[in-house]
């Protein structure tokens, strides 16, 4: 800039210029970073955070340092390969997962992982899930063991799983106002089960649902529009695989797969054991909530179906991140099946 003569740009010109180049040196700066590789003025091997772009070991620290329990502090704090060089994905390092939620939800996360190492988890899956469900995913629980029911009974042969409720001694009973099955499908668990009264009456109201149309016989509450055959011959033979993200206990996903159609039931434990419920008819349960990522690629889900929850109780822009997402891993073409869909009639255009 000495160099140049004094006809050259105004000072906001300057202004400009050294703008340009901080902005380069900051772009090297970042892809040298994007290496997770750097050695210190020692010449000694430290890991580098992608964000931060720093390899301080204090900046790391006063991030686990928040949290009172060791088990915390041990997750948050970066791994380095024991190989001291970069893996196979390009990272010389491990970065564990937590989020601002985590940090808000203090109380709540420490006495999830405050726990006696080497003996039985605490029967807290509740309280897990009240962090899924505010944002703060449970993190992984080191040295001890998950808690079991004392007497676990093999699981019926898959065709007959499918629709035979199980011994009770299989689910752990205690968080939950029911404490069997045969409670669950009486339909006696009053408000906050509401979404899926019947879903554990499997051979008097599950068995018939998508399959045959609702119309027929109102007594029944079906409620769907469409029945599977309806829908799969939109596309015959091109829907092999989805997701059924819904409150249920794999009822769709049992009866599509009569159709050679593989479904992932999506749902979380809201105050009955779904999840167990689906896993012991013999179908595959993803224990998710709305406001998470879904962990499939993107363009590779064949359907997705959704019954009795994209209701009026979500924001309209959750309901974006929602909609998008899926749309994300549907394959060009195919189908998004809402089902039971209810809403206020004044939001019904948004």
Known sequence: MKELTHESPSPTGYAVFLADILGLVESVKMSMSANYEAHDQDGNYKVVHPVSGSGRKEQHDELADFFVIEEIRKYVRIKPNRLR????????????????????????????????????????????????????????????????????????????????????????????????FACLAQNSTGKGFFKCADCFSLTHHEMFRWIKPSYQDPAFNLTADFTIPEVLELMPGEIRIGLDFSVGTGT??????????????????????FNEMIALR?????????????????????????????????????????????????????????????????????
């Open 85 to 180: 060089k970069q893996n196979f994905i390009g990272a010389n390092g491990t970065f564990t997962s937590i989020g601002h939620a985590c940090f808000a939800m203090k109380r709540d996360l420490e006495e999830y992982m405050d726990y006696d190492v080497g003996e039985i988890c605490n029967d807290d899956w509740k309280l897990a899930q009240k962090l899924m469900v505010h944002g703060c995913d449970p993190l992984q629980r080191r040295r001890c063991f998950a808690t079991a029911p004392k007497l676990y009974g093999k699981p019926y042969p898959i065709d007959q799983s499918l629709w035979t409720l199980r011994d009770d001694r299989n689910v752990r009973w205690s968080k939950y106002k029911c404490k069997n």
């Open 252 to 273: 769709f996903a049992a009866r599509v797969r009569e159709f050679n159609v593989t479904i992932v039931s999506a749902t979380i434990n809201l105050g009955a054991p």
């Open 282 to 350: 013999g179908l595959i349960p993803l224990y998710l909530t709305i406001n998470q990522r879904l962990p499939f690629f993107d363009n590779t889900l064949d359907l997705i179906h959704t019954t009795m929850f994209l209701d009026g109780w979500i924001d309209f822009v959750l309901l974006d991140f929602v909609l998008h997402d899926w749309d994300r891993v549907l394959r060009p073409g195919v189908v998004l099946w809402i089902d039971s869909f209810f809403c206020l009639e004044e939001d019904l255009n948004n």
